[in-house]
C-alpha cells in the first residue's frame, strides 16, 4: 500500500522552543492532508486540514497561530507547534488523501510523531 | 458524520475468530462503513470498508446489517499481533473529508 512518513519519530525539547514535524506521501500525490493529536488512552482528534498550495482549515478549538500547518508541495506537509509547552505533549499523526492505487478517498497514516514538551 | 457506538474493549483467544460489533443506527444512504486499527503508538492502518454488501479482503470480512444500522468485523483467525484498537467510522467523504474516530475497541489476543 501507500507510504507516508512522519519525522521525527519521537522529540523532546525544552517549553517555550518551536518543533517542526514533517509529514511526507512517499509514493504517491496527496492532494489533502490531515494532522491529528492524540492523547494517551485517548482517540486521534482531527486538528486540521491542508490541501497543497492552500490555507489550513482548522477545528474548531485549534490554534491556527499555535499550530502551523504547511502543505507546499503534493509530497509534504508540515507541523510547527510554536512556542510548545508541556500541555502540547502529544502523539502527533498525519495522513494524506490522493489517488494512490486504492479507492477513492482511501486515507493514508504516518507512524506518528510524539512530542514531550519538559 | 454518523456516531458509532463499540465496545470498549473485547478478549479473543488466539487462533480464533474475533467478532467486533458496531452500532451505527443514525448511519445515512451515501456513509459507507470503515474499520481502521491501530497498534500501540502507531498510526491507524485501513482494514476494510463497505457501503451494503458484506465485504472480505485479506484481512478481515465485514458484515453490514440489512438495515445498515449495525456491522461487525471480522477477523477469522486471529493472532497476537492483531492485538490493537480497533475503529469503525462512518463517513460519506471516506478519507477525501478526513475521518472522526471514536474512542474504538481494544481487542486483546490471548495466548
Known amino acids: 500500500g501507500a507510504v507516508v512518513s512522519q519525522h521525527p519519530s519521537r522529540v523532546i525539547c525544552k517549553s517555550g522552543t518551536s518543533v517542526k514535524i514533517e509529514c511526507r506521501s512517499l509514493d504517491f500525490q496527496a492532494t489533502t492532508m490531515f494532522w491529528y493529536r492524540q492523547f494517551p488512552k485517548q482517540s486521534l482528534m482531527l486538528m486540521a486540514t491542508s490541501n497543497e498550495g492552500s490555507k489550513a482549515t482548522y477545528e474548531q478549538g485549534v490554534e491556527k497561530d499555535k499550530f502551523l500547518i504547511n502543505h507546499a508541495s503534493l509530497t509534504l506537509s508540515t507541523l510547527t507547534v510554536t512556542s510548545a509547552h508541556p500541555e502540547d505533549s502529544s502523539f502527533y499523526i498525519c495522513?494524506?488523501?490522493?489517488?494512490?492505487?486504492?479507492?477513492?478517498?482511501?486515507?493514508?497514516f504516518g507512524e506518528g510523531s510524539r512530542l514531550t514538551v519538559l | 458524520d454518523a456516531k458509532t457506538t463499540q465496545p470498549t474493549s473485547m478478549d479473543c483467544a488466539e487462533g480464533r475468530a474475533a467478532n467486533l460489533p458496531c452500532n451505527h443506527s443514525t448511519i445515512s444512504g451515501n456513509e459507507y462503513v470503515y474499520w481502521y486499527r491501530q497498534i500501540h503508538s502507531q498510526g491507524p492502518q485501513y482494514i476494510i470498508h463497505?457501503?451494503?454488501n458484506n465485504e472480505t479482503n485479506e484481512m478481515a470480512s465485514l458484515i453490514i446489517t440489512e438495515d445498515r444500522k449495525s456491522s461487525t468485523l471480522i477477523l477469522p483467525h486471529a493472532t497476537l499481533r492483531d492485538t490493537a484498537v480497533y475503529y469503525c467510522i462512518v463517513s460519506s467523504g471516506g478519507g477525501a473529508d478526513g475521518l472522526t474516530f471514536g474512542k474504538g475497541t481494544h481487542l486483546i489476543i490471548q495466548p
Open positions: 463497505g457501503l451494503k
Open positions: 495522513s494524506a488523501s490522493g489517488l494512490a492505487g486504492g479507492f477513492a478517498g482511501e486515507l493514508f
